[in-house]
């Protein structure tokens, strides 16, 4: 069993910036691939933006390229996703997900943490 912490949601107007991180403790954070999922009511479950194990391949969804990405550090077992010029429909709780095999496929990451709400207004 992976557990994930995320940290660093809130409240921003339109156009700001954020970089939520999430924390996997006690585990093999590098055999990991790590994704990053914005849910919102009525919306499906979709990884937007992952990160190979070793930091050295990222994918971003259209929908948010050229705004998000993601990085990570093995030494302190994080991920961080920066989200610029955000927008009022990026609002949703960002989920943090590890698969320990399919890099891009949503239905590979089989851990996920509790969310961090992520509310940007117009």
């Known amino acids: 069993q992976v557990q994930l912490v995320e940290s660093g949601g809130g409240l921003v107007q339109a156009g700001a910036s954020l970089s939520p991180s999430c924390v996997a403790p006690?585990?093999?954070?590098?055999?990991?691939?790590m994704g990053w999922s914005p849910q919102s009511p009525g919306k499906e479950r979709e990884v937007v933006a992952c990160?190979?194990?070793?930091?050295?391949?990222?994918i971003i969804a259209d929908s948010v390229l050229g705004r998000f990405t993601s990085s990570r550090d093995n030494t302190k077992n994080t991920v961080y996703l920066q989200m610029n010029s955000l927008k009022p429909e990026d609002t949703a709780v960002y989920y943090c997900?590890?698969?320990?095999?399919?890099?891009?496929?949503?239905?590979?990451?089989?851990?996920w943490g509790p969310g961090t709400q992520v509310t940007v207004s117009s």
């Open positions: 997900a590890a698969s320990p095999d399919s890099l891009y496929s949503t239905e590979g990451y089989n851990y």
């Open positions: 006690g585990r093999p954070f590098n055999t990991y691939h």
């Open positions: 990160i190979s194990t070793t930091g050295g391949s990222t």
